[in-house]
């Protein structure tokens, strides 16, 4: 049974300053006043330390350190206004704070004995600090420290009370992310087990630099520094990526970045990204996205175009079979000054220009070809380019053009446009199939699948053979969870090119998730081949491989040929499960205690590992704590409920054996070795009867079930 609570330890270790870095100094300087504070861990004999932000200790602390570290006393620098301090755990030295910009007074006084004391009440407090900061379900910092470290990226805290009501200033470039995963088990047990492995996969993913909240109930956070917002909407594809690997049926992320020098409030940032959160649950069951504000929804590439516009266009086609709409655009930011007067003089009495706003207008011209319109727009730029600096771009669409309707082709104008901006100042585009591929590469970066998907398609319909558009569309469905409608489309793409990487990667990933494993690996060696030093293709591959037995491969793939490991902590896992298949247990137990220290809250690693030192007498207890960690960890998957019943077979535990082999059997439904493991704990209980009908099941079904 699954239970929420795993309390901390009641311990101040170095990496909890690095996750809680704001209140280790908020702490620190309630005590002791200064400019900042930062955190030295204890060196162990090193020849270099580093600062908790991850670089080398700066020279100017380096006799401060070593004299806290030799003597375990605070020590001062008047020249330099540094005070460092001892942080203890319990009695043990840690590491050193170095507080910066201390009261020089302060420093003159000395009062050796009496620093001590506060670093040792300091450091008390920082252990109920983590008591109080860390969710005991998830073992990550809680909301209200998300809110603290919010504090610190809006200056909050250093605001009087009125201007904290009035205004936030914020203080650095940020991204705030909230990921959610929701279960939809009806098992309370279920949803603890999903929450607690959703955390440690995040953990993971996310490393020690980069701290992750739980908010509650499934909902986690976790904040960027620094980050360019078109960068977080990759890193945001790839979360979701990542989720999917680790079997989550769903994820969705809202997320804002806001720049510094902004007036926000702390509730306003939680409220956008909470938006966003919403939005992404509309999308699809792994979507994301990202926060716009009305200014930015205005100015987005793709925007509609005004009603007012198209009321005239509509006046202007009323009465024509075909017609091209043009969309002219001024390239630089600087306005010319009368650019819609001018243009409007230079057209004449027979056509209109449409101003939209200072630097966009559209003109209709009726009854025009392709070639027509494009040289009269090459006249017409050319006519209205009244300074030497400036130029500009267009934007054209014609009707009739495949299954749109009149009231469509404004908006083909504008993605026609962005179309020409592909080719830099000064150009123009006819609205395509291409046009379609890159306005569903907008709506796809922003996370908006369901119009990536209608863009892409109707890109297919004016040019079926677009090998962009198909992988494009491909990636999209398999974004969607549509494997089935995701095949086809890198199928008729590799008819094209047969060494198409992305559709060869993206073939075998579609595969492995229908269930289709011997193709996947077909493919997935197919992509390998094209580019050999792919790492996440060899990790995929080489688990497949493991899932089918094919351990000699999986050593081959990741130790002989690709050194040890690949470099790479992910290796290992499969590595080990590869040499356990062997039964080179000694080389598995290596490669399964490298991939637990790199996330040892895996439960598939904890389940190897707790079988294979019950199998070699390396301690019982150990074997069985580890076989339930990993149950605790992940209650949805078969084979660690099998393990778990094997060791207790071992461990003459039959009773439990048979509650965990019935438990892997719901999960799986027939499981040959399941089953054989359930009959054996049946007949170890002296239940001869049953454990012959369950091995006759066995025979009956035959060895593949």
């Known amino acids: ?14 990496e909890d300053v690095g996750r809680m870095r704001t209140a280790f100094s908020r702490t620190v300087m309630a005590f002791l006043p200064c400019g900042s504070v930062s ?56 590491g050193t704070a170095v507080l910066e910009g201390v009261d020089p007074a302060f420093l003159e006084k000395g009062r050796a004995r009496w620093l001590l004391e506060r670093s040792r009440l300091i450091s008390r407090e920082l252990l109920l600090v983590k008591r109080w900061s860390v969710d005991p379900l998830t073992g990550l910092l ?31 470039d940020f991204t705030l992310v909230f990921i959610e995963i929701a279960p939809g088990l009806r098992s309370q047990d279920g949803v603890l087990s999903y929450i607690r492995k959703g955390a440690a996969v995040l953990t993971v993913f996310f490393g020690d630099g980069c701290p992750v909240y739980h908010v509650g109930n499934g909902l986690f956070a976790t904040i960027w520094e620094d980050v360019d917002p078109a960068e977080a909407l990759k890193m945001t594809e790839v979360v979701l990526q990542r989720l999917k690997r680790e079997g989550f049926s769903r994820g969705h992320l809202g997320l804002v970045s806001v720049e510094g020098e902004e007036a926000f409030d702390q509730e306003k940032v939680l409220a956008m990204a909470w938006q966003s959160l919403s939005t992404a649950r509309e999308r699809g069951p792994f979507a994301y996205c990202a926060y716009r504000s009305p200014r930015e929804q205005e100015q987005h590439p793709l925007r509609p175009v005004p009603g007012d516009v198209l009321a005239q266009l509509k006046k202007l086609w009323r009465l024509q079979d075909s017609f091209a709409v043009v969309l002219v655009r001024q390239d630089q930011e600087l306005t010319v000054s009368g650019f819609s007067k001018r243009a409007r003089s230079l057209l004449g009495p027979d056509l209109i220009f449409l101003e939209m706003d200072d630097r966009n207008g559209l003109v209709l011209l009726p009854g025009v070809n392709a070639k027509e319109v494009e040289s009269w727009v090459v006249c017409f730029k050319e006519m209205i380019r009244i300074d030497a600096e ?30 020409a901006g592909f080719f830099g100042p000064d150009s123009s585009a006819v609205f395509d199939a291409v046009s379609l591929n890159i306005s569903g590469d907008v709506y796809y970066n922003e996370g908006d699948l369901l119009r990536a998907t209608k863009e892409y398609c109707r890109g297919l319909e004016l040019d079926s053979d677009n090998v962009n558009l198909l992988n494009s569309l491909g990636v999209t469905y398999v974004q969607m969870n549509q494997y089935r409608a995701a095949i086809p489309c890198f199928e008729k793409v590799l008819r094209v090119d047969g060494n198409d990487f992305m ?36 990790l995929q591959l080489a688990g497949l491989y493991c899932q089918h037995g094919f351990y000699d491969k999986t050593v081959e793939l990741l130790a002989e040929n690709n050194g040890d490991g690949l470099d790479d902590p992910g290796a290992y896992r499969f590595l080990g499960e590869a040499y356990k298949g062997l039964g080179e247990n000694d080389k598995a137990l290596s490669c399964l205690q490298k991939a637990s220290r790199h996330n040892p809250r895996d439960p598939f690693v904890l389940s190897q590992l707790g079988e294979l030192y019950a199998e070699e007498g390396q301690g019982e207890e150990i074997a069985m704590s580890l076989c339930r960690q990993a149950v605790d960890l992940d209650e949805s998957r078969a084979d660690l409920w099998m393990n778990l019943g094997k060791v207790q077979i071992m461990q003459n535990d039959f009773i439990g054996a048979v509650d965990s082999l019935q438990k892997s059997l719901r999960l799986s439904g027939k499981s040959a070795e399941a089953g054989y493991l359930l009959g054996l704990a049946y007949e170890k209980l002296g239940e001869v009867d049953q454990a012959r009908k369950i091995f006759r099941r066995i025979l009956k079904d035959g060895p593949n079930k």
């Open 1 to 14: 049974m699954i239970t929420p609570f795993s309390w901390p330890e009641e311990v101040f270790k170095p």
């Open 503 to 538: 559709a060869l990667y993206n073939l075998a990933a579609a595969f492995r998730e229908v269930g289709e494993t011997i193709k996947a690996i077909i493919f997935f060696e197919k992509a390998l081949a094209v580019e050999p030093k792919h790492v996440d293709i060899t």
């Open 142 to 172: 809680n909301a209200s420290c998300l809110r603290d470290e919010l504090d610190v990226f809006i200056q909050q805290s250093w605001l009087s009370d009125q201007d904290r009501i009035d205004l936030a200033v914020v203080d650095a």
């Open 390 to 419: 400036m130029s500009f771009s267009a934007g054209i669409a014609l009707y009739p053009c495949g299954k749109f309707k009149k009231t469509e082709i404004p908006l083909n104008a504008r993605k026609a446009l962005l179309h």
């Open 39 to 94: 955190f030295v861990p204890l060196r162990l004999g090193a020849a270099e330390s580093e600062i908790s932000q991850g670089g080398p200790v700066p020279g100017v602390w380096q006799k401060g350190v070593d004299s806290v570290e030799r003597l375990k006393k605070p020590k001062g620098d008047l020249e330099k206004l540094h005070l460092f301090i001892p942080v203890w755990s319990g009695g043990d030295l840690i």
